[in-house]
């Protein structure tokens, strides 16, 4: 540790990892997703809930879509893992828990999370601090993606196998990409080993939102842009699904935010996610 910098995770990863803790703290289970290591990792302070960006109110529906997100990919990777995929590789992996959660699944797979050196060191640092460790099955690989490292090269260099399939996550990413930044990592991933599988989330335009959403995605917008990691890149399905056809993908479906509210069909609290982020779901 003493050789590497650490630098905190940005305000994205950790208000994710928040939301996904006051899911636990704020709406009455059934719990869609149980996450307060995030939490933990992130040590925000007492007054954490007190946050303009915590309201349980004003919030619910992002709150709701956040865990909803991550409960697609978990049963998604304990569904691959039970048909034999063995490497799960998460880009941008930020304040992921997945692994310290979920040991029973993720000690079946080699999981590869790859991040900015910075905050990666830091997560690494805090995993070791609360006693969580590195088992030897989870791999923190650092890239530099402003310096335009070679993330694949890396994986490599971290024993990732290219000749077998894998589980390639990103979610919370591609709007902050140039369309042709993500049309080169598509055709990356696309050459994996048959068999291989790609989920990722993109924003919609905001004219393809409900109506109740788009103050929401403003304010999202404005945050981030603030934030000096401004939104760039938005997504008709239609054209996500271009994108991956044109990479090479054999098969590609789109899958829409809002049908992830199946998680939440037997509550009465209405707790449902916000329209806003879809996902591609594409196979090798």
């Known amino acids: 540790m003493a050789d590497e910098q650490t630098e905190a995770p940005d305000s994205t990863a950790v208000r994710t990892a928040l939301w996904r803790a006051m899911h636990v703290q704020v709406d009455p289970p059934p719990h869609v997703l149980e996450d307060e290591i995030g939490l933990q990792l992130a040590a925000p302070g007492d007054d954490w809930r007190r946050r303009p960006d915590m309201d349980p109110r004003a919030t619910s529906a992002f709150r ?55 905050p990666q060191a830091w997560k690494r640092h805090r995993l070791v601090e609360l006693g969580y460790g590195i088992p030897d099955w989870l791999h923190l690989v650092p890239v530099d993606f402003e310096a335009s490292d070679d993330w694949l090269k890396q994986l490599a260099a971290a024993d990732f196998d290219s000749s077998r399939p894998a589980v390639i996550v990103s979610t919370g990413v591609s709007m902050y990409l140039t369309k042709d930044a993500t049309a080169a ?100």
């Open 64 to 118: 709701a879509a956040m865990v909803a997100r991550a409960r697609f990919i978990e049963d998604l990777i304990a569904e691959q893992a039970d048909h034999g995929v063995t490497q799960y590789v998460i880009l941008g992996a930020g304040l992921d828990t997945f692994a310290q959660r979920r040991p029973g699944v993720a000690s079946r797979l080699r999981v590869f999370e790859v991040d900015q050196p910075g």
């Open 185 to 284: 990592t598509l055709r990356q991933i696309a050459g994996l080993a048959p068999g291989s599988t790609l989920a990722i989330t993109f924003l919609l335009p905001s004219e393809l939102l409900d109506d109740a959403d788009r103050p929401g995605l403003r304010a999202s917008k404005e945050g981030a842009q603030a934030s000096g990691t401004p939104f760039i890149s938005f997504y008709a399905p239609s054209e996500m699904l271009a994108l991956a056809r044109e990479a090479g993908f054999k098969d590609a479906r789109h899958v829409s935010g809002p049908s992830l509210a199946r998680y939440f069909a037997d509550r009465t609290d209405g707790l449902r996610p916000s329209s806003g982020e879809d996902l591609l779901l594409a196979a090798t």
